[in-house]
């Protein structure tokens, strides 16, 4: 067997049964191998940014990892800034890059690069497969290592003569489908310190919860739900959650918001903030006369549970110790606003979307300054799971719904997407198209990078003159997003009015496969 074989013959083994790709010759024999695993389904994207932004937002919705497939060192680099995403988003991911033949290396040839050095920061686990016959070890390792904790991207290097090659064992190991099974698997966390926590909640002093990652699913939300109604500590999330479950039937928790001075607002007052699966809550930036550190003074900062240690089981394990009631906790109540009419603004098109949302609905939620009312519009909205910019590197929210869409194929998906960071991963409708994927995607088009006007002024720059202006509005010329959508093969419409939007919207709820909406907002943005 060729190792390119046993390679995907580990994957479809271990799970794995989804690889986004954009290949290139170093890939062909992995390509060529396709057919004699077709449990594997390939998944083609025209840029690598669209492929790892696809396998964050599979890994985010299946809690296991697709793998991606990506040519050499600048292939790579390509997605680097989804793959960020994901390393924030903890999700789990197998990052498969091809590289030069073993012996071709030496000659410095034109794509020749230090895969390693661009690998490395995005990648809790690394490996360069040295032959066939340790492809398929080292691949379980990979698989096994994804799913962390906390969960993380794993990249395997494969030298192209590692895959054409003939391996003397390339068979895959009996034990790896066991390994992949204890992978993942979180420390219980210390009695002690679950009764230093109940000891900070039972003193009165103002406290606050803030939640992450693992926490922000029904049962850690329910459980961290009861301490805040049993002892009054208030609910918070970090800015930008990788998944949220949110909407009627479910608890209220508040995340914090961006802007660092809001944020600072709400958790003005408390004395105690407990940690669980979050970090210490940090300006975005640097801004000058601000600090970075946005606890308030007089706070005191405990963790409750780290990013490897079962924060569910933890909260569960202290409402218990408090005495919370086993209901104890507060759900939104179902409702929905009205439907809009007139003209179509930031808050009309939230409400539109707050009033039409499905069942089971998943948000893909890049809508930048366009989506500051989204979180009031759709609290009461049914269940949904909210998947946001975790890394604030744009260009996620596209390829994101489409790998939550290959991950979640019975459940309709609503990607907000704002026109700037649209452009950066466009490519990802072909995708949805080629796929058939159910997928509304909504484009803000303001004609502005709004929140770079906004930023201009926060960050003290005086640059108020005309060129400095034209470097944040990007409509000369606008974009047509209608033409681009159907040029890839998404049927479009663009919506003028609110009247226009929520027929536009429902329209695309109620037909599957891929639609785009080009929402037009009053220019330049809030």
Not at 23 to 33: D, K, L, N, R
Not at 263 to 286: C, E, K, N, T, Y
């Amino acid at each position: 067997m060729k190792g390119a074989q046993a390679l995907l013959e580990t994957l479809q083994v271990s799970g794995v049964d989804t690889c986004f790709m954009n290949p290139g010759t170093s890939e062909m024999h992995f390509v060529a191998s396709l057919d004699a695993v077709p449990a594997v389904r390939p998944v083609l994207a025209l840029f690598e940014g669209v492929v790892t932004g696809a396998a964050d937002g599979y890994g985010r919705m299946a809690d296991r990892p697709a793998a991606t497939l990506l040519h050499l060192g600048p292939g790579l680099a390509n997605g680097l800034a989804n793959l960020h995403n994901a390393r924030r988003a903890k999700s789990p991911v197998v990052n498969i890059v091809g590289d030069h033949a073993t012996y071709h290396k030496a000659w410095d040839a034109p794509l020749e690069s230090d895969i390693e050095s661009l690998a490395r920061p995005m990648s809790g686990w690394y490996r360069w497969s040295a032959s066939p016959s340790a492809i398929a070890r080292d691949a379980a390792e990979a698989i096994a290592a994804s799913f962390g904790p906390p969960p993380q991207v794993a990249t395997l290097v494969v030298p192209a003569d590692v895959s054409w090659l003939e391996a003397e064992d390339s068979t895959v190991p009996s034990t790896t489908p066991e390994v992949v099974r204890r992978a993942g698997r979180r420390a219980v966390v210390d009695d002690d310190v679950i009764a230093s926590v109940a000891a900070v909640l039972r003193g009165g002093e103002p406290a606050g919860l803030l939640l992450g990652t693992s926490a922000l699913r029904e049962p850690g939300l329910l459980a961290a739900s009861r301490i805040s109604e049993h002892v009054g500590a208030k609910l918070l999330a970090e800015s930008f959650p990788g998944r949220l479950e949110r909407g009627a039937g479910l608890p209220i928790v508040e995340r914090l918001a961006y802007l660092a001075e809001f944020a600072m607002a709400q958790m003005a007052g408390l004395r105690h903030l407990i940690l669980v699966d979050a970090r210490s809550p940090v300006s975005a930036f640097a801004y000058p006369g601000r600090p970075s550190d946005l606890v308030p003074d007089g706070c005191e900062v405990h963790e409750l549970a780290g990013e490897h240690d079962d924060a569910v089981g933890a909260l569960a394990a202290l409402a218990d110790l408090l005495g919370a009631p086993a209901n104890g906790y507060r759900l939104a109540v179902a409702a929905r606003p009205e439907l809009p009419t007139g003209a179509l603004t930031p808050a009309s098109a939230v409400a539109a979307i707050g009033a039409l949302l499905p069942e089971n609905a998943i948000v893909s939620d890049e809508a930048i300054t366009a989506g500051i009312y989204l979180p009031a519009a759709t609290e009461g909205a049914p269940r949904h799971d909210l998947l946001s910019l975790t890394g604030n590197a744009i260009g996620q929210g596209l390829p994101l719904s489409a790998g939550a869409a290959v991950a979640c194929p019975g459940r309709p998906v609503l990607a907000l997407e704002a026109d700037g960071s649209a452009m950066y991963t466009i490519q990802a409708l072909w995708t949805q198209a080629r796929e058939g994927l159910n997928v509304t995607n909504v484009i803000f088009d303001n004609g502005s990078y709004a929140i770079l006007n906004i930023e201009l002024a926060r960050v003290g720059a005086e640059a108020g003159g005309p060129i400095a202006r034209s470097m944040l509005e990007i409509g000369r010329p606008g974009i047509d997003f209608v033409a681009l959508s159907e040029g890839m093969g998404v049927p479009a419409t663009r919506a003028m009015t609110a009247e226009e939007f929520t027929k536009a919207l429902r329209g695309a709820f109620e037909e599957d496969g891929p639609h785009l909406i080009q929402a037009v907002l009053p220019r330049g943005g809030l």
